[in-house]
């Protein structure tokens, strides 16, 4: 009897000791919005809900302020029907490609301060995919086009330009007015595709030039919708010869007497108005920056010559000369052309004359910048974009008062379909 109490004793304290084994599995804790409050080298096993949402910047290696859930998704560690994931968390990468895996669609980004991974062990940064080559020219010794004809030496009536259309172009990026004949500021090759010329998306055109017409109407054909426009502009071009008639014809100077026109605003006064259509789509500031109202001018710079522009600046922390800053810029010509830095954008020479150099943001185009600042260790950095309607959108920021990564929470503020619905010209 008392061999089998002791017998009994034992089992129940076996049983005792294994009974946390033998429990159910606790789920792991809900995963956290994204990866911003976790330190590199952290290492965490957290469950995604159903239904996953918010953006997601990179591929395999992602910044750390993507959705983590909805990164897992695309990355197939789980459906999106929920499930437990793995996640490590490491440093920088110089860049995030975006792609499209399992249902969703992540964005591209430039470099970021901190990433994070699926498994064990953080993957690898991932690598841009390479740009296309541009097309070969369908004869020798034909040049890429430049963007307007009013680049060319051949933007005169009468003049003629035979070109070849890169095949990487980007028909969101620039606009055409007209049909059939168009403004000599419109995109050549936006306006080539709309009048049929380009069936594909690179080839060879031939440019004619003539004069001004009073009136542009604007159409949709071949995918590119052109607008309409009061022409002040010299001279149109067109792709077949002879030119096509104008919607109207070009004003002529009168040679009578006429009443003097009724007063009103002037020129000067249409720009101003132009300009602060600009200031309204300029980002809030973010939380904890210190609000700053916009601002716009009608100048005249000795480097790009009379502009319309609409700017704010953000401050946070304090700086004596406000250095702690980051400015957005919104500027083109009062003709609706793009203002300085066209001519980096266009030109991979200047650009490396200048130090500037190209890259891809939130998928968008974007040039970066640098120049001396005030004292020796300081560098001023600006990263332009150009919009589909020829404005310049710029974000600048003065190292080491302010980095990189705050000024590019302003590029993510940015509402590119509000600027690229403004009327430019």
């Not at 995030?96 to 990433?115: D, I, L, R």
């Not at 077949?240 to 007497?257: I, L, M």
């Not at 200031?279 to 010559?305: D, F, H, I, K």
């Amino acid at each position: 009897m008392v061999a089998e109490f002791r017998f009994f004793s034992v089992a129940v304290a076996v049983l005792v000791l294994l009974w946390p084994a033998l429990a159910p599995a606790q789920a792991p804790a809900a995963c956290p919005a994204d990866a911003t409050g976790l330190s590199d080298g952290a290492k965490l096993s957290c469950t995604c809900a159903a239904g996953a949402s918010g953006g997601v910047y990179g591929s395999t290696r992602y910044t750390a302020d993507s959705s983590i859930c909805t990164a897992a998704v695309h990355a197939g560690k789980v459906p999106t029907a929920g499930g437990t994931v793995e996640i490590v968390v490491g440093g920088a990468c110089p860049s995030f490609p975006g792609t499209a895996a399992n249902g969703v669609t992540t964005s591209g980004w430039s470099s970021y301060e901190k990433s994070f991974g699926f498994g064990t062990t953080m993957p690898a940064c991932a690598t841009t995919a390479e740009a296309p080559k541009p097309a070969a020219p369908a004869t020798g010794g034909v040049q890429n086009c430049p963007s307007f004809i009013t680049q060319s030496d051949r933007n005169k009536p009468g003049d003629s330009l035979t070109c070849v259309c890169d095949i990487a172009i980007d028909f969101n990026t620039g606009a055409a007015y007209g049909t059939d004949r168009y403004s000599n500021d419109s995109s050549i090759c936006i306006a080539a595709k709309h009048a049929g010329k380009l069936p594909q998306p690179g080839g060879t055109v031939t440019i004619h030039v003539a004069e001004g017409c009073g009136k542009l109407e604007g159409t949709t054909r071949n995918g590119i919708t052109t607008r309409s426009w009061g022409s002040t502009v010299p001279g149109t071009i067109a792709f077949v010869t002879p030119v096509p008639a104008c919607a109207a014809p070009a004003a002529t100077p009168s040679t009578t007497a006429t009443a003097p026109a009724p007063a009103g605003p002037g020129p000067m006064a249409a720009l101003e108005a132009r300009a602060q259509t600009y200031t309204a789509v300029l980002p809030e500031p973010l939380p904890g920056w210190a609000p700053q109202p916009p601002a716009m001018r009608v100048s005249n710079s000795a480097m790009a010559g009379r502009e319309v522009t609409a700017y704010r600046i953000y401050r946070i922390g304090s700086h004596p000369a406000g250095l702690n800053s980051v400015s957005v810029s919104i500027i083109n010509k009062p003709d609706g052309t793009p203002s300085y830095p066209i001519e980096l954008w266009n030109s991979e020479a200047k650009r490396n004359e200048a130090g500037a150099t190209m890259l891809k943001l939130n998928g968008r185009d974007a040039m970066e910048t640098k120049r001396a600042g005030g004292t020796a260790n300081e560098t001023i950095k600006s990263l332009y974009f150009l919009t589909k309607n020829n404005l310049f959108v710029s974000v600048t920021w003065q190292e080491p008062h302010m980095t990189r990564d705050k000024a590019l929470e302003y590029v993510k503020a940015l509402s590119f379909a509000k600027i690229e619905a403004l009327v430019t010209k």
